[in-house]
């Protein structure tokens, strides 16, 4: 290291000599240089006699003056346009004055001035500028010219290799995958007997489930080059780049083969073609999709190089890229179960000094459906709470605090909200708490809190399902849906008024009631019909401008409307019924939230159970409740009716029908 700080120090050491001699050469020079005057005064010097002898030239005369005092000093004047310079020699003729002329010839400062600097800023304008503006868009080498250079990334081996033991809780992923580890191992075997391996494998999941990770770890099995992309970067503003950089990648690949080449969110540029209202953008992506089919099939499985892509969105891919031949086998990342979460805990704890009470199989239970980027965040979250309040080791209250802040944010202390937005901020949680504790088929509560988290979030009420489920009857979404209500509720029970804290759960109950009309064909009007969205026709709207949105008439989407309607306002009234008659367990438990700030689930089912809070009727029982009132309303009615035929007019109250929720 000492050594370019000595050659640094000796570069200023010249530089500040060079700025020193240049300084003073001028300053010597400067006695020596001609003095500026102006045309009228060397008229004036000459018509005194005070000139001695002058040279004329195109644009300038020069001379010898003398001064007043009596020394001479050359001078420089600049000739006036238009100056009748005839006239000019005639008067130095007259006074004496030795004149002389000379023709300059200015023809390579001309030309330098007027062609080459010009054209040379031009030039190094372009060649700097074009050279910068190809570097951003991926040039590797910086040429100019090499926007068809690929940006795929090949990882060393040595520096970063992933195996199979860094990826956790995906065992039948990796089964999968073996063939082609085995593959790129013992090509001979496969080759002998005839038999061809895929060339492309589809990695389809959600946003990190850990679908790279997996495609890393197939490369480190196979100890193989591994070269890596995104979709998107292979589009840009010019036309044409993407099928070269295609093009260019596999031609690197084949260059390395065997290899594994790794392209993530294909889905930007195998999308489906067609379409009438196509526009630039979409030309370039479909020439990139053709590029891409036609080079597939252009290599021969013999070749050594296998393709892995990967998508969460699987639906929007062109059914040419699927097909035999190309990325004709799939393979589901799913979200692991608890045994999974279990499993990729202990990978990303590895390094973390954990203590004696933290269980990983709780962790586990405690994070349903979280993928395994999740996962990560939560052992790194609780690591940093950890080392925040200087512990030696990470604890299970860290682990508890990390999933809270990964689920609902950061927690903010400092929002501090007013006496009645507290009480009604608590009310809510609990409620929705207290209709969770009591309808048969919700998840059990984990944790209330009134403290803001996030963004919007002034209170949470955390529910963790018991076992990991894959299906849900109707039962259980009914009551769903009434924890969803459950917070408005209990505002409207406490203060006689609701509040704008229940938007997004009114939000979720309608998308959820709606799913369980449209979709799921628990509606009795409906019938066991599936009548969403096509999702094909959506894709098509939305890319082209074409499509219907529904399949099915206004006069269906209006009985959708009904009956989505009907759904929300049954439960509604049920758990509002239910709150009602446990109003003095919601208050009781509300005020020692306010105190407390955060409830765990064991101590609030206490609570519930020393207030010995009363069990609700089933949605079944409610709705045919409901329908003998009403008959029962509608007899009264035409019994009253009837009378009225035969007696005099008079005025008979209505019978008040059900109280309705405002939604």
């Known amino acids: 290291m000492e050594q370019p700080k000595n050659k640094k120090f000796w570069l200023y050491v010249i530089y500040g000599l060079l700025a020193v001699g240049i300084i003073v050469s001028i300053q010597f020079v400067k006695p020596f240089q001609p003095q500026q005057i102006s045309y009228s005064d060397f008229t004036n010097d000459v018509s005194a006699g005070r000139v001695s002898d002058v040279t004329i030239t195109n644009t300038q005369i020069t001379g010898t003056l003398t001064t007043p005092s009596g020394e001479t000093q050359p001078f420089v004047t600049s000739i006036v346009p238009g100056q009748d310079v005839q006239a000019l020699i005639d008067d130095l003729k007259t006074k004496g004055v030795t004149f002389s002329g000379r023709v300059e010839n200015t023809f390579w400062r001309d030309f330098l001035l007027t062609w080459i600097l010009p054209i040379g800023l031009i030039v190094f304008m372009w060649f700097f500028v074009f050279r910068r503006f190809s570097r951003r868009l991926g040039g590797v080498t910086g040429n100019p010219m090499s926007f068809g250079e690929s940006k795929v990334k090949l990882y060393d081996r040595s520096v970063e290799r992933v195996t199979f033991d860094d990826v956790a809780g995906l065992d039948e992923a990796k089964e999968e995958l073996r063939e082609i580890i085995d593959f790129l191992r013992f090509p001979q075997k496969y080759h002998s007997i005839g038999a061809s391996i895929p060339k492309g494998v589809l990695l389809v999941g959600a946003p990190g489930t850990g679908k790279t990770l997996l495609a890393k770890a197939v490369a480190g099995e196979a100890d193989v080059p591994f070269f890596s992309i995104s979709g998107s970067q292979f589009m840009e503003m010019f036309v044409g780049v993407g099928a070269a950089r295609v093009r260019d990648l596999f031609e690197q690949a084949k260059a390395k083969a065997p290899c594994i080449v790794f392209i993530d969110e294909i889905d930007t540029i195998a999308k489906v073609r067609g379409g009438v209202a196509s526009s630039g953008g979409t030309e370039e992506r479909e020439q990139t999709l053709n590029q891409l089919l036609s080079e597939m099939d252009g290599f021969a499985p013999q070749t050594g190089v296998i393709i892995l892509a990967a998508t969460n969105r699987p639906e929007v891919l062109d059914s040419a890229i699927l097909r035999p031949g190309r990325f004709d086998r799939q393979i589901m990342i799913d979200r692991p179960d608890i045994k999974g979460r279990e499993a990729i805990l202990k990978v990303h704890a590895r390094n973390v000094k954990l203590a004696k009470d933290v269980k990983l199989k709780v962790v586990a239970a405690r994070t349903p459906g979280f993928a395994g ?102 039962p259980e979404l009914e009551d769903r849906l009434g924890v969803l209500m459950g917070g408005r509720i209990a505002e409207e029970l406490a203060f006689k008024e609701i509040s704008t804290g229940a938007q997004n759960d009114l939000e979720k109950a309608t998308i959820l009631a709606r799913k369980m009309v449209e979709e799921y064909g628990m509606s009795d009007k409906i019938g066991p019909l599936s009548l969403g969205t096509d999702r094909g026709a959506k894709l098509l709207r939305d890319e082209y401008g074409f499509g219907r949105e529904s399949n099915y008439s206004e006069a269906t989407a209006e009985l959708i409307d009904e009956e989505v309607k009907r759904v929300i306002l049954n439960n509604y009234r049920r758990v509002r019924k239910l709150l009602e008659e446990n109003q003095n367990v919601l208050e009781a438990i509300a005020e020692i939230l306010l105190e407390k700030e955060t409830m765990e689930g064991e101590e609030f089912r206490r609570l519930v159970n020393t207030h010995q809070a009363k069990r609700p009727k089933s949605v079944r029982q409610a709705e045919s409740e409901t329908q003998s009132q009403a008959e029962d309303d509608g007899s009264v009615r035409r019994r009253l009716g009837a009378k009225q035929t035969t007696l005099r007019p008079v005025d008979i109250p209505a019978v008040p029908p059900p109280k309705k929720a405002v939604t």
């Open 373 to 474: 980027a999740e996962l990560a965040n939560v052992v790194n979250e609780a690591a940093l709470l950890a080392a925040r309040k200087d512990k030696k080791e990470v604890h299970e209250i860290d682990f508890d605090e990390a999933i809270d802040r990964v689920i609902g944010g950061l927690e903010l202390k400092s929002r501090i909200l007013n006496d009645k937005e507290r009480h009604v901020v608590a009310y809510h949680e609990i409620g929705h708490a207290l209709a969770a504790s009591l309808l048969e088929h919700a998840d059990p509560v984990h944790r209330i809190s009134v403290i803001p988290r996030g963004i919007g979030s002034l209170g949470m009420t955390m529910q963790l399902p018991e076992e990991d489920r894959y299906l849900m009857t109707k």
